[in-house]
């Protein structure tokens, strides 16, 4: 291989189309202002206005633009040449947004890393897959590959986040807690206690119910007996207390000092005594990573499986024509 094979005019158009996407979907990435602390702390209004976006919406239309043009000039040529070619353009792109976007993050650096080999690996399977095949349609290459980049990203997303996400562990899970008691206590505890209160209440109501239609307190009534007089009077009027509704004023009553932090942070650490919650704290990066893991797939999916399909199909054309004008060209030559 000559320096003019590798960097010769349909090269350097690889390298350049490989560029300017990633820079096309690193700006509005950078514009949807997505973070992982954003998931974690479960703040959904934040998360609706950030994904609900149209810098979001294009981040996820233009992402799958460089893989599918990997994908497109893999099928044919020289594959050593196509993986300088994509090695290339996916290091440059990437060095370029953080030169013009600022974004330099272990996050980014990590992502850049798995995307790079994730694509240099889907550039040899379409490569090897499109050659073993007596008559190769291209759309049954870009299905394959683009089911592999798919499940190849997503295993990325999973370490990724695992690893980002462990060394912190502990803060994170108590982010995440913090976010739960926010979205559904918020600056007012007395619904969310209120509705826990009425809980506790018809439970004691139930018991006190079937305490006083037993035969056993029947005839306790019937005692003429000051003493089980009292406790029988004691149980019905205990029983009538529990039956009210809870009103604002007895919670106020009952808690003082409410919407205090010292309140806040008693329900808060109720919640982390929560059997479940206890194992989601232990292992937070392994069920974080899961589930960000399983959203991603959806998407890459959807992405690779019906817009990437378009995609390859147009620059799959594309390069074939510069193929068969360069063929020409050394026949001429020749």
Excluded: C
Excluded at 76 to 103: A, D, E, P, Q, R
Excluded at 106 to 117: C, R, T, Y
Excluded at 280 to 299: K, N, R
Aim: charged share 15%; hydrophobic share 50%.
């Amino acid at each position: 291989m000559k320096f003019e094979d590798i960097f010769n005019g349909r090269g350097l158009l690889k390298i350049l189309l490989i560029v300017i996407t990633i820079l096309l979907w690193m700006f509005f990435y950078g514009a949807s202002r997505v973070s992982l602390r954003l998931l974690v702390i479960f703040d959904i209004p934040s998360i609706i206005n950030t994904f609900l976006t149209v810098n979001f919406l294009m981040f996820i239309i233009l992402f799958p633009l460089t893989s599918t043009i990997i994908i497109a000039m893999s099928a044919k040529g020289n594959k050593w040449i196509n993986l300088i070619h994509i090695f290339s353009g996916v290091v440059i792109g990437f060095i370029l947004s953080m030169f013009f976007y600022g974004i330099s993050s272990k996050g980014f650096l990590l992502f850049a890393l798995f995307f790079i080999i994730s694509n240099l690996l889907v550039s040899l399977l379409t490569f090897s897959k499109y050659s073993s095949e007596k008559n190769p349609k291209i759309f049954s290459i870009a299905s394959y590959a683009g089911s592999k980049m798919a499940l190849l990203l997503t295993i990325s997303l999973f370490i990724i986040t695992i690893l980002l996400i462990q060394p912190a562990q502990e803060s994170y899970a108590k982010d995440m807690e913090a976010g739960i008691v926010n979205m559904f206590v918020g600056d007012d505890i007395s619904n969310w206690l209120g509705a826990s209160y009425d809980i506790s209440k018809a439970s004691s109501k139930a018991t006190l119910d079937y305490i006083t239609a037993s035969d056993e307190y029947l005839e306790m009534m019937k005692v003429n007996d000051q003493s089980v007089q009292n406790f029988t009077t004691f149980i019905d009027s205990f029983k009538e207390g529990v039956s009210k509704k809870t009103t604002p004023e007895d919670l106020k009553a009952a808690f003082p000092n409410l919407n205090t932090p010292d309140i806040k942070d008693k329900v808060l650490l109720m919640i982390r005594s929560i059997p479940v919650i206890v194992i989601i704290e232990h292992y937070f990066a392994l069920f974080f990573a899961f589930a960000i893991a399983s959203i991603s797939q959806i998407y890459f999916s959807i992405a690779f499986g019906l817009l990437g399909l378009l995609y390859v199909y147009l620059f799959f054309i594309l390069f074939s024509i510069g193929n068969d004008n360069q063929v020409a060209e050394n026949k001429q030559s020749e």
